[in-house]
């Protein structure tokens, strides 16, 4: 988007599973055109370049998609150990940057990423959608609007059965499988928004963590549940795994109420209605909300991109560079509690 009323033009790097959904995004979204994509085979970038409405150009390498003059943004949806090396050269290539969650596999790569993005002053954000959503910008309102009064408590939880999976990413350590850093990052987002929120600011980082979980024969956690305490004496119960399908869903307790979110992360993915249930005490009967959102999820986070792309980093409640980090530091300590290291 360099100039006022033209697109961005995308090149999406990896052609798997989630960047499908991101193509689709950016197809239905305000500010986006797909103009180029990326895989380690020239097959499958022609099978997405033609699944996605015939992408004009379609690389066999990623080397080759940084190296394209018509992308001005990358969409980096590898594996998470491959983050760090992409993006920074995507950054060194002077591309514009989102970047799949976890952006890194610790605290330590996402220093390097965000310093990159830095030196090579282009925009970075991690990719969680949820963040760019009407419904999460609800929930923020409903929170600084004291719908519920003071918060003192949060549930969060996103775990599924990946089941039977030799071949993919979920369960295999050099791929950076395990529940914390594939879907934790959720939950635990969720805990440091409402947080940060509820004391007048954008975020806020946990004081303490403790956690148990479970590591499975591939040596990745299986399914964990940590404890934060975080500012304002706000506690919060956080889970997460691939290997046990659990309830997935949010609930923010307050001193004149509650607030359930039966679909936090994945709030009407192609646009349309979903519902949040204001709980008052000592009634079971829950005020419905009704979310309704014109934008395609991933759309939204495709414009969400464009419209901070000057600013370099996005606004609360998307992802900004310092709440990025502080996630990082906060997954790390959960990972430390429950004796996960991805350094062997
Ligand atoms: N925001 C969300 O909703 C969401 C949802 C799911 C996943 N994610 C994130 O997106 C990233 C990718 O997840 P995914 O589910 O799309 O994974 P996936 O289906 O396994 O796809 C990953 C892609 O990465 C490329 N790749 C490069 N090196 C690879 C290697 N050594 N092994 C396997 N694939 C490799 C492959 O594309 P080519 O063959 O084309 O090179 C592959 O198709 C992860 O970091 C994950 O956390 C985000």
């Known amino acids: ?35 180029a994509v990326a895989s380690r085979s020239q097959e499958s970038a022609d099978r997405f370049a033609d699944q996605f409405g015939g992408i004009a150009n379609r690389h066999p390498s990623y080397d080759l998609l940084l190296e394209d003059p018509d992308v001005e943004a990358v969409y980096i949806a590898t594996p998470h150990p491959m983050h760090k090396e992409w993006a920074i050269r995507a ?31 282009v925009f970075l954000m991690e990719a969680y959608m949820y963040r760019c959503s009407a419904q999460t910008a609800e929930i923020v309102r409903l929170i600084s609007e004291g719908a519920i009064g003071e918060v003192k408590s949060i549930e969060a939880s996103f775990s599924f059965d990946i089941g039977p999976n030799p071949d993919g990413r979920h369960l295999n350590k050099a791929l950076g499988g395990g529940g914390i850093l594939d879907v934790g990052g959720y939950p635990m987002s969720m805990a440091m928004l409402v947080a940060g929120v509820a004391c007048g600011k954008g975020y806020a980082e946990p004081d303490a963590i403790k956690a148990v979980g479970h590591l ?7 399914y964990t549940s940590a404890v934060a305490l975080f500012p304002g004496g706000i506690t919060a119960r956080l889970s997460c795994g691939v290997a046990l399908e659990e309830p997935i869903n949010v609930s923010i307790a307050g001193t004149e109420g509650r607030i359930f979110v039966p679909l936090p992360w994945k709030p009407a993915q192609k646009g349309g209605a979903t519902q949040l249930q204001l709980f008052r005490p000592g009634n079971d009967d829950p005020e419905v909300i009704e979310v309704v959102s014109g934008d395609h999820l991933y759309g939204a986070e495709a414009d969400t991109v464009a ?5 370099r980093q996005a606004c609360s409640p998307a992802m900004g ?14 990972k430390a509690e429950i004796g996960l290291s991805y350094g062997d």
């Open 216 to 222: 499975g024969e591939t040596g990745v956690d299986e």
């Open 321 to 334: 560079w310092d709440e990025t980090l502080g996630l990082m530091r906060a997954l790390d300590a959960w």
């Open 91 to 121: 950054a060194q290539a002077g591309k514009h940057i989102l970047c799949e969650k976890p952006i890194g596999m610790d605290f330590d790569e996402a220093e390097q990423i965000i310093a990159a993005a830095r030196e090579n002053d």
């Open 1 to 35: 988007m360099t100039e006022e009323g033209t697109k961005l033009n995308w090149g999406i790097l990896a052609t798997g599973h989630i960047a499908g959904a991101f193509a689709e995004g950016v197809q239905h979204s305000r500010s986006g055109r797909l103009a």
């Open 307 to 311: 419209r901070y792309l000057d600013a």
